[in-house]
C-alpha cells in the first residue's frame, strides 16, 4: 500500500541510507556524478585556440549528453512509469525534472556548436558553454539525490523487492554488450569496493562464468591493483583473473 505522506528529504535519506532493500540508483548515479566531473574538468581547463584540447573536451560533452538522453529514457521506462501507474505522487515532479534536462541537453549541444562555429570569440562562448554546463551538473546532483532517497523510498513504499530488482533487470536487458561493458567500466571508476564486490556477487549468481569472467576482466582492468586484491577476496576469485583486453 502506498504512503498517504511522503517523508522528507532528511527522513528519506535516514531511511535509504541505513535500508537494506534495493536501490537501483545507486550505482549509476555514483558512476554519472564521475563522468559530469570530469567532462566540466575538461572543459574548464580546455584551451579555446588548441584544436585538438577543444574539440577533445566537447567530444567528451557530447559524449556524457547521448549518457544523460539514454540515462532519462531508461528511469522514465523502467522506474518511474511504474511509479506513476501504482498512484505514486512522489514520481510528479521528477518527470518534471526530466522534460526541462531534455530542453537543456538540447541547449548545451547548441552552445557546443557555437563554439566551433565562432572563432572570433571562441574563448567567450567556450567559457559561455563552461557555465551552462556547471550548472547543468549542479541541477543533476541534487535531482539524481533526490531520486536516490526520496524516489527510492518511494519505490520502496510501492513494491516489493522482487518487483524491483525486475525492474532493475528490465533495463539492464536492454543493453546491448558494449552498452553493459562503458557502464560498468565507469561503475569501477566510481564504486567502493564492497559495492564493486556487491555488484559482481550479483552477477556471478545470475550469468554463466564465461560472462562472468569477462566482467571481473573489465572491473580488474580499471581499479588499482589492491582493489582488485580486495574485491576477488570478498569474493572467493582466483587473483589470476585477466583484465580485459
Known sequence: MLMTQHPTRDAATLAVCHGQRPQPYRFIHKALRLKMTGVLSQLAAADPHDDTERRDALAALDELLAVCEAHLSHE???????LAAAGSRAVLPFEDDHESHV??????RAAARAVEDTPDVRAANLYALTLQFSRFVGENF????????LLTHALWSAFDDATILGFEHGLTSTFTPEESAYYLRWMARALSVPELADLLRGAQAGVPEPVFGMLCGIVRGEVRPERWTRIAGTLGLAQETPPAP
Open 142 to 149: 541534487e535531482h539524481m539525490a533526490d531520486e536516490e532517497t
Open 76 to 82: 522514465n521506462a523502467h522506474f518511474h512509469r511504474p
Open 103 to 108: 530542453a537543456t541537453i538540447a541547449a548545451l
